[in-house]
Nanobody
Framework: QLQLVESGGGLVQPGGSLMLSCAAS????????IGWFRQAPGKEREGVSY????????FYVESVEGRFTISRDNAKNRVYLQMNSLKPEDTAVYFC?????????????????????WGQGTQVTVSS
């Protein structure tokens, strides 16, 4: 029932910034933790970041720590991924995803199999 739609992708130069947004319908997002994933051509889908239902806990893959910030505004039914100091290796399709309602993840936050709702993806290209 939960539907997710990503937006905000585009072309940016190395070192630039981009903010992605994940919008929900069907349920209010305060019932769901949200993960951001990305998939580059020929590569496996990987977890990028995760935020708990109320924003009290966040996780990041090591390669983006210090550069990306995940946040949420439950009143607006939105989750964001602020991406700074972008690198060419960040180029990928970015997806937001949700585990089952009221499900909290910890060590398994980066596992694709934990998520049951997915957006369509938004392309991020980092190139000069």
């Amino acid at each position: 029932q939960l539907q997710l739609v990503e937006s905000g992708g585009g072309l940016v130069q190395p070192g630039g910034s981009l903010m992605l947004s994940c919008a929900a319908s069907g349920f209010t997002l305060d019932n769901f933790a949200i993960g951001w994933f990305r998939q580059a051509p020929g590569k496996e889908r990987e977890g990028v970041s995760y935020i708990a239902r109320s924003g009290e806990a966040t996780f990041y893959v090591e390669s983006v720590e210090g550069r990306f910030t995940i946040s949420r505004d439950n009143a607006k039914n939105r989750v964001y991924l602020q991406m700074n100091s972008l690198k060419p290796e960040d180029t990928a399709v970015y997806f937001c995803a949700a585990p089952p309602r009221r499900t909290a993840l910890f060590a398994s936050w980066h596992r694709v199999s934990e998520y049951v709702s997915w957006g369509q993806g938004t392309q991020v290209t980092v190139s000069s």
